[in-house]
């Protein structure tokens, strides 16, 4: 549980650890995050809720003339960060957009996920725990300062030095993330040269997706202090294995795991068969939530252990999802195909959205798929009712658009806004003349 911290606690705190500048910090609709910087002498201010900021030059938010908007801190995001800036300490506060009139901002994607989480206490669940296991690559930097795709390793999966030259840098990571208050569970060199995961321990779900938004930041700073690019691309380089972020995902009743039956073969609850149907059954709905580039799409092609395929095991990866082997209160599903680029508080809220839909609707869960999807034919595909995940962006907004329970989940706000910028994405995207096109066609036509 993260601290219920008073005005008074946050402006001792202050104090005490010399912070001079305070981040007031939330994230624009397509997960980047933004911050108003305040001297600490303006805190107070912040803390009693006065803090207004121009909605209309960020991505999704209002037109110019509705621009005013309030920044709301949750005083429980209350942290410092472990480095010094040259001038003074730096803290944040992650921060609720609020319109003039005292309501949530229906655009602020951390809103979006609170209303999901009021969803599910109304159905009795009070938690719903996430696990993230994010991935991503550090390349050097080029004499101009830009970041290159070369990479500082040739490592592989769990690697160390001297293959893995990057573990000093994913150390410092570690260490600034728990002085900043995370639990680490593992750290690691994963198959690809250059590319890492780092997990940490779950948390409910608004806490898990400012974990996430927080992850990011400090990546990309110590590395950057190691005169490296870190990457969340999913796919920065061809040939090799794209970036995910696996979702560990689980509902509690108070202190019971709603997930787990001692009685059933699987240890799986009626509540979490339900749970996993809805999953399957809104997947291609969510996928572009969940994969929201362009880039996203090089990554879910079959051969780089990337899960395309629409159904579920408690015995192989190559599925869409996966139930992990641990049960009692461990038990929980593996959703395999999102990747480090989402907006964290709406991919949390449309996979929640659309395992509450399977319990409501009493959905049936299909059969597991216990063998290879990656080596069955498609025909053995069609036959057992293998569905692929949209194959690129514009056919993943497709499937967005057709999926009502996932717009609702998003409030027409956000959905009408994340559609367009993405259109106008896949439409700058391809009408591009490639590198690889003018290899191919320059010369011989």
Request: aromatic share 10%; net charge negative; hydrophobic share 40%.
């Amino acid at each position: 549980m993260r601290p219920d911290y008073s005005k008074d606690d946050i402006l001792r705190l202050a104090s005490e650890m010399d912070v001079r500048y305070v981040r007031l910090q939330f994230t624009d609709l397509l997960g980047m995050v933004k911050n108003v910087e305040i001297p600490v002498d303006q805190l107070p201010k912040a803390l009693d809720n006065k803090m207004m900021f121009d909605g209309s030059s960020i991505e999704g938010f209002v037109r110019i003339e509705e621009s005013d908007m309030y920044l709301v801190p949750d005083r429980s995001t209350w942290l410092v960060f472990p480095w010094d800036s040259g001038q003074g300490r730096i803290a944040r506060l992650i921060c609720d957009v609020f319109l003039p009139n005292g309501e949530p901002f229906p655009g602020d994607p951390r809103s979006v996920l609170k209303r999901m989480m009021e969803r599910a206490r109304g159905m009795g669940y009070t938690t719903f725990n996430v696990g993230p296991e994010p991935e991503f690559f550090l390349f050097k930097m080029g004499p101009d300062g830009r970041p290159t795709t070369e990479v500082n390793d040739e490592g592989g999966y769990f690697d160390w030095a001297p293959l893995d030259l990057g573990e000093n840098c994913r150390r410092e990571i570690v260490l600034a993330l728990e002085a900043m208050g995370f639990e680490i569970e593992a750290s690691h060199h994963e198959v690809a040269p250059g590319q890492h995961e780092i997990d940490f321990k779950y948390a409910d779900a608004v806490e898990a997706a400012d974990n996430i938004a927080t992850f990011r930041l400090v990546v990309k700073t110590v590395a950057r202090q190691h005169g490296l690019h870190a990457t969340f691309m999913p796919k920065p380089v061809y040939g090799i294995n794209g970036s995910g972020m696996h979702c560990h995902l689980s509902l509690f009743r108070g202190e019971q795991n709603a997930f787990y039956d001692e009685k059933d073969p699987l240890g799986l609850s009626t509540d979490a068969r339900h749970f996993l149907a809805g999953i399957l059954a809104h997947a291609r709905g969510f996928t572009a939530i969940c994969n929201p580039l362009v880039n996203s799409y090089k990554r879910l092609i079959p051969g780089y252990e990337a899960p395309n395929y629409v159904a579920w095991s408690a015995r192989n990866r190559s599925p869409l999802v996966r139930v992990p082997a641990a049960r009692g209160m461990s038990t929980r599903i593996e959703v395999r195909s999102p990747d480090p680029s989402v907006n964290p508080y709406l991919a949390i809220a449309v996979m929640l959205a659309a395992g509450l839909d399977g319990i409501a609707k009493k959905l049936q869960l299909p059969p597991p798929v216990n063998r290879n999807i990656y080596v069955m034919s498609d025909a053995e595909k069609r036959a057992a009712g293998i569905e692929s995940l949209p194959e690129n962006l514009d056919r993943a907004l497709d499937a967005l658009v057709e999926d009502e329970v996932i717009r609702e989940a998003l409030g027409e706000h956000v959905f009408t806004h994340f559609v367009e910028a993405k259109r106008i994405e896949w439409n700058i995207y391809r009408t591009q003349v490639t590198e690889w096109e003018r290899e191919q066609y320059l010369s011989l036509y």
